[in-house]
């Protein structure tokens, strides 16, 4: 699978939440001065409370900060096209 095949279902200012096929859960931010999307692994429940977390203020980061500090599982980056399923977890 390629970023490309990445479906939004919920979206937020430069993010969004969507899904890999029918079970990869994931956060979409975009990065760089090209609005390049990186795409980092969360759960359903995360997936859930979207509206909630990507709402939080920059003082008080918690689950924001959680999520972008996981392994990229692809991105819009030369080289980071390909979902790379060995960084995937259990969630």
């Not at 479906?7 to 937020?12: A, P, V």
Request: proline content about 2%.
């Amino acid at each position: 699978m390629r970023y490309t095949d990445y479906i939004r279902l919920k979206t937020g200012r430069y993010q969004s939440a969507g899904k890999f096929g029918g079970d990869i859960y994931a956060y979409e931010v975009l990065t760089g001065i090209a609005d390049t999307p990186e795409y980092h692994q969360i759960s359903k429940e995360e997936f859930e409370s979207f509206e909630t977390w990507s709402q939080e203020y920059i003082t008080d980061l918690k689950k924001l900060y959680e999520i972008i500090n996981r392994p990229v599982i692809c991105s819009g980056y030369l080289g980071r096209a390909e979902l790379n399923t060995s960084l995937l977890r259990d969630m």
